[in-house]
C-alpha cells in the first residue's frame, strides 16, 4: 500500500480543525449542562413549591443568566448538586441559598 504525506500546510489545517472540533464539542457539553440543570431546578421547584410554576421560561431565563455569567452558572451548578437526591421538604430548607436567585 502506498502512504499519503500531508503537506505542511495540509497538516495544520487538519489540527486546526480538529482543534475546533474539540472546542466545540466541550463547550457543547457545558451547555447541555446548563440546560439539563436549569430544566431539573426549575421543575423540582414546580413540583415542591408551585404547581402553577412556569419552567419553561424558568429554564430559558436560568440558562440564558448561567451562560451569560461565570458565578451565576456556578450557582446553577451548586444548587441542582444541593437539590440532588434531597425531598421536597428537605430541599427546600438545606438549599435555599444555593437556590436563591434562581427560582424565586
Do not use: H
Not at 489540527?15 to 466545540?24: E, I, P
Not at 451548578?77 to 421538604?89: A, F, I, P, V
Amino acid at each position: 500500500m502506498a502512504q499519503r504525506v500531508l503537506s505542511g500546510s495540509a497538516m495544520k489545517n487538519l489540527l486546526l480543525a480538529l482543534s475546533f472540533l474539540g472546542l466545540s464539542t466541550s463547550l457543547g457539553c457545558t451547555a447541555v449542562d446548563r440546560a439539563t440543570d436549569c430544566q431539573q431546578i426549575c421543575t423540582r421547584y414546580k413540583d415542591c413549591i408551585d404547581s402553577a410554576y412556569n419552567v419553561s421560561a424558568c429554564t430559558t431565563r436560568c440558562r440564558d443568566n448561567a451562560a451569560n455569567s461565570e458565578s451565576s452558572d456556578q450557582r446553577v451548578d451548586q444548587c441542582e448538586n444541593c437539590l440532588d437526591d434531597r425531598s421536597c421538604s428537605s430541599a427546600v430548607w438545606s438549599c435555599a441559598a444555593e437556590c436563591a436567585g434562581i427560582v424565586p
